[in-house]
Antibody, heavy 118, light 107 residues
Framework: EVQLVESGGGLVQPGGSLRLSCAASGFTFSNYWMLWVRQAPGKGLVWVSRLNGDGSTITYADSVRGRFTISRDNAKNTVFLQMSSLRAEDTAVYYC???????????WGQGTQVTVSS | DIQMTQSPSSLSASEGDRVTVTCRASQTVNRNLNWYQQKPGKAPKLLIYTVSNLQSGVPSRFSGSGSGTDFTLTISSLQPEDCATYYCQQTYTTPLTFGGGTTVEIK
């Protein structure tokens, strides 16, 4: 069974940093693109970033480029999202997601809440 | 960026009704269009990928159609468990973009 379990969310002040982790199991992790998607309270889904199986191809949404860094450790079956210079508008539930071809998501984590507030 | 526009933003229908949700892209996405279902407090769930391919385990009352810029999600016979918000997503090019969502309720 595919499982994606996020951790690392929490309350952080504007300008602060946070590192999200997503532990994957139940599939050959290195064969899959991984994505982060976020959802602000009461709002829709917004794609944040993705990287391919070996981490050589990475793309970001304009809203986070230069502030967020996606990475993966295939030996530990984990994908990360390092978030810095956080803003109030980054407040959202962050979902880790598996994308077989870098596009559609066939498995989602349960999400982790990130709140940016003073 | 490709903008995805869903309509309606919400709808209310009776159990057993045929329900249609529309998604329009601001430019062609070929067949790179997917649909997700999200229930309150839960992660989204993939329903349909590349326009019309039903994800494993998804009931056959769900179907998708379209190409280019105009796409449709159809629920052939609405069931109480289908109450949720539905999102389309284009994966033709980055940034990958989602529609604003359509909330489906039972009358």
């Amino acid at each position: 069974e595919v499982q994606l379990v996020e951790s690392g969310g929490g309350l952080v002040q504007p300008g602060g940093s946070l590192r999200l982790s997503c532990a994957a199991s139940g599939f050959t992790f290195s064969n899959y693109w991984m994505l982060w998607v976020r959802q602000a309270p009461g709002k829709g889904l917004v794609w944040v970033s993705r990287l391919n199986g070996d981490g050589s191809t990475i793309t970001y949404a304009d809203s986070v480029r230069g502030r967020f860094t996606i990475s993966r450790d295939n030996a530990k079956n984990t994908v990360f999202l390092q978030m810095s210079s956080l803003r109030a508008e980054d407040t959202a539930v962050y979902y880790c997601a598996r994308a077989p071809h870098g596009g559609y998501v066939d498995s989602w984590g349960q999400g982790t809440q990130v709140t940016v507030s003073s | 960026d490709i903008q995805m526009t869903q309509s309606p933003s919400s709808l209310s229908a009776s159990e057993g009704d045929r329900v249609t949700v529309t998604c329009r892209a601001s430019q062609t996405v070929n067949r790179n269009l997917n649909w997700y279902q999200q229930k309150p407090g839960k992660a989204p769930k993939l329903l349909i990928y590349t326009v019309s391919n039903l994800q494993s385990g998804v009931p056959s009352r769900f179907s998708g159609s379209g190409s280019g810029t105009d796409f449709t999600l159809t629920i052939s016979s609405l069931q109480p468990e289908d109450c949720a918000t539905y999102y389309c997503q284009q994966t033709y090019t980055t940034p990958l973009t989602f529609g604003g969502g359509t909330t489906v309720e039972i009358k």
